[in-house]
């Protein structure tokens, strides 16, 4: 079955930077549009970044946007975060996602598959 797994949570420093990882199982990688999202706490779930299916297009929360990269490794079947200047606005559990019915889901009900998350904790 489909797994998707995350890592690379952690406490950081406003102002410093994490790398997320989601390795994903059980599906043709390369087949689907990855994201992520992210909850923070008493808050609705949220989009962060999409990937498209097909790797050409990116689309990101105006939230993060200069700040977060999304990359993926197909070969590896991994798709990454890497979160630069962060802020304690920040905090959450991010959650990795992945859907093989659009080319870039920008919307929760776009993916299919989620993985457990993984704590982000900005201090100021």
């Known amino acids: 079955q489909v797994q998707l797994v995350e890592s690379g949570g952690g406490l950081v420093q406003a102002g410093g930077s994490l790398r997320l990882s989601c390795a994903a199982s059980?599906?043709?990688?390369?087949?689907?549009?990855m994201g992520w999202f992210r909850q923070a706490p008493g808050k609705e779930r949220e989009f962060v970044v999409g990937?498209?299916?097909?790797?050409?297009?990116?689309y990101y929360a105006d939230s993060v946007k200069g700040r977060f990269t999304i990359s993926r490794d197909n070969a590896q079947n991994t798709v990454y975060l890497q979160m630069n200047s962060l802020k304690p606005e920040d905090t959450a559990v991010y959650y990795c996602a992945a859907n093989s019915r659009y080319d870039l889901g920008l919307t929760l009900s776009a993916y299919d598959y989620w993985g457990q998350g993984t704590q982000v904790t900005v201090s100021s």
């Open positions: 990937w498209s299916r097909g790797g050409g297009t990116t």
């Open positions: 059980g599906l043709t990688f390369s087949s689907y549009a």
